[in-house]
């Protein structure tokens, strides 16, 4: 997947993870690293295919791509306040056209990535939500009084990925 080896080497791409991981290094809860991307990417397409007979044939590179860039303005939110999806769309989406990506599969994974945080049910950004939060090792945590946990460990245990 050419595109990836693009992204994960794009030199904004890589500067945005550097700075996530000095906004994060104290951080006691779950980080938003290499890691996390490549989880989230990896669980997006796999829910994606069990629920699809036919599948779109961008999705595999799609649902990469959106997996791997939907945190990039995590260091905007942290620095203002501004919500970390719709700055991570935006700047996948300038990365995508400097890459030379087809309007169409941009608009799917920008859409995907600015819907990320509010689980909408249509589209890409269903698979996107769904695998950021499954994605989460709430099961394991240390962290006892983690904001998430509750919430995490009954969308694990309820979630039957479909």
Known sequence: MDLLNRLINHPRVRAAFTEIAAWEKDRIYCRHGWEHAWAVARLAYMLYLEERDEREPEAREGFYAAGLLHDLGRAAEYATGE?????????????????????????????????HRRGEVEGWARYLYLADKLSRPCLQCVVEDCYKREKMLVLQQLYDYR
């Not at 990365?95 to 169409?104: F, K, N, R």
């Open 83 to 115: 919500d970390h999806a719709q700055v991570s769309a935006r700047l996948a989406g300038e990365i995508l056209v400097e890459l030379g990506m087809p309007a169409e599969f941009i608009y799917k994974v920008c859409q995907a990535i600015a819907g």
